[in-house]
């Protein structure tokens, strides 16, 4: 479930001890702590899910104290802080004693007055005061005291049920926050529903956003995975591109082009649902959530470095080479990925080169950033990347690391920066001539820009003769102008436990967590050869290395732990070894 600048689960993790075949859920499901990690670094709230109704009486978990405290809201406020996530979507969808439903209210008086500053609670269009289930599909007079009674705050949000069907309601909840004295922005999330209508939900997204005019409320969207759940290929790594694909019209439009957003087959308004089957992957009905929703960036200050690392790859790679050559995910580590995906354009009549990830090939992590195609003097082409807001103070540099498997050659590459003060016109910095077949680095000052505010960064490639052409960029950084502070190497680097069985071993690490100036923690190990293979990456103080396997005949492995900083610097290592015999 997303919904503005807010992730969440749904529904409840199952209580240990459940029947299989039909497993009780529990009443608050965890965020996924990797997704956290990616959110947090996208600028997105990431939010638990309260889900009844479960077996179990309710009540039990409405108790106050004689000090007027709730244990299970103090419980709430303590895990989210544990677990480093920032509040919970709350959905109460069951008919509730008014009783406890009145009690209900209190503990979200009581939670949200108690919970640390960013904390989000979000309302799902469920129960009434009186604890009577009734969907209301809008915020008014019956469902806001859920967010705001008689003066007293309770969730900061509503996430209004799906079923829209007059521009009315929306209208409503935005008249009905207003006179709350709060921002309907703020407050309202209307919603399409995804997981289970793909590409063609029933209820229009016009109905939230008036062509030609301002939204009413802000927009949820529930169930964006489908892309990936309800594409047949799904769990065939070879087919992945596909979904990579359906992912991209979804957030782009039809075009894969989030300059050029809007439905193929256009549908006229008012929007009337006919009652027939729906084609949930007719994504020509689908406008691209860019159409609605302007670019933002948490590309705020230096350092910024990304390897276009989408958080999964088919082999693992370090400084250009193969680290490890299992298959891995993890979105904790993913990078912060292009703004556009993909606003390509070509600068004569021929058309532009393609863009896309290469998980055959990368810099550091799973894959690169691949422009390929045709090229020549009619289709220079200009790929525009990242949205920023970087201050350039002086002694700022930028650093580009690509290939094009040719060396001595003119790479054809030029990075380019649009500044706040002209934003209408690149930049344009050469990347030189390669040297090498293998990766190159080339390194631009800033000087020439202080005082000016970098508001975008591209790439531009062109040839003077026409021919095939293939650039991967591995890793774009834009660094401060302060000397790089290598990392401390990482202390109390520890092998909790090894359960080996044979020559394979379950291992659990931990080491203590510094939270300023690192940006993540490697785990390597060293083979008898000398080499070192990736065993993970994390941010985090505990690492669970699933199954270690044992090289030779080595009595031991000796496993490394990295700090890197954000600006890519990397500490001496810390070590610890797993004993086989």
């Known amino acids: 479930m997303l ?40 600028g997105v709230k990431s939010l638990g899910c309260w889900f009844w109704p479960r077996s179990g009486a309710f009540s039990a978990y409405l108790e106050q104290r004689a000090d007027g405290s709730f244990p299970v809201a103090d419980k709430l406020i303590e895990m989210a802080d544990h677990f480093g996530f920032d509040g919970y979507f709350i959905n109460q969808e069951a008919e509730t004693a008014p009783a406890d439903a009145a009690r209900l209210m209190e503990m979200l008086k009581y939670l949200r007055a108690k919970a640390p500053e960013g904390f989000h609670l979000q309302w799902y269009d469920t129960i009434m005061v009186n604890g009577k289930l009734d969907y209301q599909n809008q915020l008014n007079d019956k469902n806001a005291p859920w967010i705001q009674d008689r003066g007293t705050p309770v969730a900061n949000s509503l996430f209004a049920n799906y079923w829209m069907p007059t521009r009315e309601q929306v209208e409503t909840s935005r008249a009905t926050a207003e006179k709350l004295g709060l921002d309907p922005y703020e407050v309202v999330f209307h919603g399409t529903e995804n997981e289970k209508y793909g590409y063609n939900p029933p209820y229009d997204t016009r109905l939230v956003f008036p062509e030609g005019k301002p939204a009413l409320t802000s927009w949820a969207l529930f169930g964006s995975h489908f892309a990936w759940d309800r594409y047949p290929g799904r769990n065939d790594p070879d087919a992945q591109d596909a979904v990579f694909q359906r992912e991209r019209r979804y957030w782009s439009g039809p075009n894969e082009d989030p300059t050029r957003t809007g439905r193929a087959e256009y549908v006229p308004w008012p929007y009337e649902d006919d009652g ?45 080479r193969h680290a490890s050559e299992r298959e891995w995910n993890n979105a904790s580590v993913q990078d912060i990925l292009p703004t556009w995906q993909f606003w390509a354009r070509s600068g004569g009549p021929g058309a532009p080169l393609t863009v896309d990830y290469d998980y055959t090939r990368a810099y550091d992590g799973g894959c690169s950033l691949r422009i390929a ?209």
């Open 373 to 581: 195609g045709d090229l020549g003097p009619d289709n220079p082409t200009t790929v525009r990347l990242f949205k920023t807001a970087l201050d350039v103070t002086g002694g700022e540099r930028l650093s580009v690391t690509y290939t094009t498997g040719q060396a001595g050659a003119a790479s054809g590459l030029e990075i380019g920066l649009v500044f706040a003060d002209a934003p209408g016109r690149f930049v344009w910095l050469p990347a030189g001539r390669s040297t090498s077949r293998s990766w190159n680095t080339a390194t631009r000052r800033l000087d020439a820009f202080e005082g000016r505010t970098i508001a975008a960064i591209g790439v531009r490639v062109s040839a003077e003769r026409r021919g095939p052409y293939a650039l991967n960029i591995g890793e774009l950084a834009l660094l401060g102008g302060e000397r790089p502070t290598r990392p401390q190497t990482p202390a109390a680097f520890t092998v909790d436990a090894a359960h080996v069985r044979g020559d394979t071993a379950e291992v659990f690490l931990s080491w203590l967590f510094q939270d300023e100036g690192v940006w993540y923690y490697d785990l390597y190990r060293e083979l008898p050869d000398g080499r070192r293979e990736a065993v993970g990456r994390i941010r985090d103080e505990v690492y669970y290395v699933k199954s270690l396997a044992r090289a030779g005949d080595e009595g031991a492995s000796t496993l490394q732990l990295v700090a890197v900083a954000p600006d890519g610097s990397r500490s001496a290592p810390a070590t610890a070894s797993v004993r086989w015999t």
């Open 3 to 42: 919904s503005g600048e807010l992730g969440g689960s749904w529904h409840g993790l199952p209580v240990d001890g459940s029947p299989t075949d039909i497993p009780d859920h529990g009443l608050i499901n965890l965020p996924n702590p990797a997704y956290t990690d990616a959110a947090h670094r996208n």
């Open 276 to 320: 027939k089957p729906r084609d949930a992957d007719n994504h020509k009905k689908w406008d691209g959530v860019a159409r609605y929703i302007t670019e933002r960036s948490v590309i705020g200050s230096f350092p910024f470095v990304t390897r276009f690392n989408t958080g999964h790859g088919r082999a693992f790679f370090l400084d250009g």
